[in-house]
């Protein structure tokens, strides 16, 4: 069973940056687009960046110019570099991967991973 590793996240002071990092366990034949939503304390999941598999992009309003979401395709890794951090930013991370072949000519799917924290707080 193939998982999303995701990896970078921490505790930073208001104003830092964080990057984070999310790739497959295993080998994957392809993957659409990808994205980085995250969960606020007492808040729903928001789509916080998403990059197709040809690289356009889109942000929530919250995030445009202090974010950036870029992926690597031959290691079907993405990335979320967070500038500017705001105590608002403090949320659980997960990464997305929609239309997940594992082998050629199987079904595609959908997978998440398992979050990690980011807390931007003084």
């Known amino acids: 069973q193939v998982e999303l590793v995701e990896s970078g996240g921490g505790l930073v002071q208001p104003g830092g940056s964080l990057r984070l990092s999310c790739a497959p366990s295993g080998s994957i034949f392809s993957i659409g687009a990808m994205g980085w939503y995250r969960q606020g304390p007492g808040k729903q999941r928001e789509l916080v960046a998403g990059i197709s598999s040809v690289g356009t992009t889109n942000y929530a309003d919250s995030v445009k110019g202090r974010f950036t979401i870029s992926r690597d395709n031959a290691k079907n890794t993405v990335y979320l570099q967070m500038n500017s951090l705001k105590p608002g930013d403090t949320a659980v991370y997960y990464c997305?991967?929609?239309?997940?072949?594992?082998?050629?000519?199987?079904?595609?799917?959908?997978?998440w991973g398992q979050g990690t924290q980011v807390t931007v707080s003084s």
């Open positions: 997305n991967a929609k239309n997940v072949i594992r082998r050629k000519f199987m079904t595609p799917y959908e997978l």
